[in-house]
């Protein structure tokens, strides 16, 4: 959600053009020549794929309209003169707080997903542990999600192994989790070392023990996928149990 400080004038714009160099930068230039200021640009892609160039694409334009020389509806029809516009539309009028409902459902890797704030993820985690009363449930349950990302990832991008891992670790990072390298690792013993920074499950938690249950889950069953062995991870340092990071190594199952 945005929210402006200067009264009801945030707004989006839809536009429809062609995949081609120059699009944003001709909206751009309409806009900055009518002291429009842009906050956000965001594209409409609903599989993971980038477009074919030439093909039509919806690009979304959050505006803020306060020293604006004209109004939002003949921002939309220059925006829509423009010869690489096939069309330009209004979607959210001016007001104080915009929220993109407009994008629903959001996407990850071509699919619908959810966005949680991690403090409601942390309640909703610590609410699960006090009712199955242990905490491995959870870190089994976490396996099958990780096993099918990295299986999805693998299928768009044909990587594998630690490339696939490094991708995998990115994409964590990217929704997320947290700030992840893989530190460590031998192909052969098909062993290693993750370090996470600012973990999400982490954040707002403090224990004696590590707090990472539903994230060690994730990394072991997508470890499991990618290397071809069962992989059991453990978590050697929390940041929720006081270290300056988590820790988690892996290695097959013995």
């Known amino acids: 959600m945005l929210v402006s400080r200067t009264g009801e004038n945030l707004c989006m714009i839809v536009v429809k053009s062609r995949n081609i160099p120059g699009v944003w930068a001709e909206v751009c230039r309409?806009?900055?020549?009518?002291?429009?200021?842009i906050i956000t640009i965001i594209p409409t892609y609903a599989e993971p794929h980038i477009p074919e160039r030439g093909?039509?694409?919806?690009?979304?334009?959050?505006?803020?309209?306060?020293?604006?020389k004209i109004d939002v509806e003949e921002l939309a029809?220059?925006?829509?003169?423009?010869?690489?516009?096939?069309?330009?539309?209004?979607?959210?009028?001016?007001r104080k707080y915009l929220v993109d409902s407009i994008s629903f459902p959001t996407t990850s890797l071509g699919e619908p997903a959810v966005i949680?704030?991690?403090?409601?993820?942390?309640?909703?985690?610590e609410g699960i542990k006090r009712l199955l009363k242990?905490?491995?449930?959870?870190?089994?349950a976490a396996r099958k999600p990780g096993k099918m990302l990295i299986?999805?990832?693998?299928?768009?991008?044909?990587?594998?192994?630690?490339e696939l891992i490094r991708l995998f670790l990115g994409i964590l990072q990217a929704t997320g989790w947290g700030r992840f390298s893989l530190s460590e690792f031998d192909t052969e013993s098909c062993s290693g070392r993750i370090i996470v920074e600012e973990s999400a499950e982490a954040r707002y938690r403090r224990s004696e023990e590590p707090v990472c249950v539903f994230l060690r889950g994730i990394l072991e069953g997508a470890l499991?996928?990618?290397?071809?062995?069962?992989?059991?991870?453990?978590?050697?340092?929390?940041?929720?149990?006081?270290?300056?990071?988590?820790?988690?190594?892996?290695?097959?199952?013995?």
């Not at 900055?32 to 200021?37: G, H, L, Q």
């Not at 242990?134 to 089994?140: G, N, P």
């Open 30 to 37: 309409v806009a900055a020549e009518n002291d429009v200021n």
């Open 55 to 68: 093909i039509s694409v919806l690009t979304r334009f959050v505006f803020e309209m306060a020293t604006s």
């Open 77 to 94: 029809k220059r925006i829509r003169e423009l010869p690489i516009a096939e069309d330009a539309w209004v979607a959210i009028s001016p």
């Open 116 to 125: 949680l704030p991690i403090r409601g993820f942390a309640e909703l985690e």
């Open 134 to 140: 242990a905490t491995v449930s959870i870190r089994l």
């Open 151 to 162: 299986k999805k990832i693998a299928d768009i991008t044909e990587l594998s192994g630690e």
């Open 224 to 254: 499991t996928e990618a290397l071809g062995v069962e992989i059991r991870v453990k978590e050697h340092t929390c940041a929720g149990a006081g270290a300056a990071h988590c820790e988690f190594h892996f290695a097959p199952r013995s």
